[in-house]
């Protein structure tokens, strides 16, 4: 597995022609502007350039406003044949018979705790994982960075049967540390923090702490962590969005008593709940948190995207 | 596991470094690697590797939902059954049949859009973001909104088609009419990222090489042919690589497309993500599932293995040329 995929997965394709006159931007999170003049070409839109990127947009956010007409409507108003296609009156109205057919209430803080939690560990772990790898000399890092970016292309659903044999016999069913902690593994991150310290920290920051006597925990407090914040937050961005997103293992692990969201939406469409408009609520509600956090750091988003970012 | 265990031993607790200089001191410059590394390979090994390792094995015995700690051999048994179900191979085909409708749409529309996006223009940053909304909703979400979109009866898309002399369209029993749905969402929420993926790598592509092309004469087209694709190559079998592992696994939007975990009354829409999930949590066969999951990652293996292996040909013959 690893050979074949190592050469073309390598997740930069940022650089992949002259790595040395593009470097990912490692202080700055969003695409340098200047760059982008430089390399790659600059030809001006014309017209129709922006007619196609206008209807992309609206393809993109359609299925948004859609999803609030639905939901600020009745069932009955959904059924009509010209379809209303403005919002209406009954958006409070489905909220509540949402959150207490759903029980959408706990699903969002339990959605908040777990993705929470997943975000800042695996942060930490991936940064102090990261800062290994990119920095500090010893034995078997090759073979072991090996096996975390030999794993990164294996899609984790493919061993939900032995995680869910492991969560049975630990008693973990249905209770949410049996999602945060195998949410807490990402090979991704590390190989992510170890690119952003390999190009951010300079080793002769490193040496000049170790002169004055620093211990590496120390180090890494003091020194790492502050270069690699920008990175962090990058890291943390994508792992929020994917850990409240995250579908396969909470359906599996959890039940409609300890829902996350996608649990809940899962269990309205289910097909017990049979108002369209009550599920439209559900699944705005479900969305808004994410929504928000795109609409507030977006730009910081594309920027991680665009720096190299792997699904998942 | 065993491999990380001894590479990594026991790491000592990162405790304040001693007072006094020398062999102590010495040793924690040794160790402390490891104990960086310790949280991240000690979660890596228990939920990560051993479960993807461990798969192999419970595949090859009977192991119950009920009773997930009590393992009865079978050999190949589940393998040989599993051959045997011929929604085994209805599934199979759906992955590839799915795969390929949202896959090919996604990744040309993904194209065309970050060569558009490459543009200097107003309001770039807005587009860019505009693009990526899809991104930031869930597989849930997306599913059970365009679920309600193509509805067969009051769906705004039937409705949308009759408009224009359209008969409605069974957008769930129909097999085709349901594939394209659950292709659909996955070209909804992904094209943006794929283009935006391109984008950066057609950004990265050295500016002199579009001077040269212009100044041999070639036309926008040619450049684009002759300059940007080639350009674009690895992050192409890239963005091919991912977007097929990720329909190989697809489960989220043909489970909620109506909610049923067969994939359709007869099976049309099921694909191997979904029809494991069927044999283990809902006929209670884990066992057997662990046996699709082994099957599923064959099949990546394989897919990989031949893109990268075509991406390695190509660039041969070209530098050959």
Known sequence: MTAPTAPAATPA???PTDPATTPPAPVRARVPRRGARRAGRTLHAGPLAYAILIVAVLFSAFPFYWTIVAASRSNADLAKVPPALLPGPNLIKNFEAVLEEADIGKALLNSLIVSGSITLGTVLCCTLAGFAFAKLRFRGRGALLAITVGTMMIPPQLGVIPLFMLIAELGWVNQLQAVILPGLVSAFGVFFMRQYLTQALPDELIEAARVDG???????????????????????????MAAWNDFFWPVVALTSSEPTVQVALRQLGGGYVHDQSVIMAGT????????????LLGRQIVGGIMQGAVKG | MTLTAS?????????????RRGSARRAWQTFSPYAYL?????LFAAFGLFPLIYTAFVSLYRVELQTPGEMEW???????????????????????TIGVLSTVPQLVMALGLAHLLNYRMRGRTFLRTAVLLPYATSVAAATLVFAQLFGRDFGLVNYALGLVGIDPVDWQNG??????????????????????IY???????????????????ASRWRQFFHVTLPGLRPTIVFTVIVSTIGATQLFGEPLLLEGSISGGISHQYQTLGLYMYEQGWGFFHLGRAAAIAWVMLLLIVVIVGANALIARRRSRKEAGR
């Open chain 1, 13 to 15: 394709p940022t650089g």
């Open chain 1, 284 to 295: 705005l509600l479900g969305t808004l948190p994410v929504l928000l956090v795109f609409g």
């Open chain 2, 7 to 19: 590479e990594s031993p026991a790491p000592p607790r990162p405790v304040p470094p001693p007072a």
């Open chain 2, 175 to 196: 097999t085709v009419a349901s594939q394209i749905a659950v292709s659909t969402v996955v070209i909804w929420r992904w094209t943006g990222y794929n283009a935006l």
């Open chain 2, 199 to 217: 984008l950066a790598g057609m950004q990265s592509i050295p500016h002199e090489l579009y001077e040269a092309a212009a100044m041999d004469g």
């Open chain 1, 214 to 240: 620093a211990s590496t925990a120390r180090i890494f407090w003091s020194i790492v962590v502050p270069i690699a914040r920008p990175g962090m937050a990058v890291l943390g961005l994508l792992t929020f």
């Open chain 2, 38 to 42: 310790a949280p991240f390979f000690t």
């Open chain 2, 74 to 96: 079978r050999g190949l048994g589940n393998y040989t059954a599993l051959f045997g179900d011929e929604y085994f191979w209805t599934s199979l085909r759906n992955t590839f």
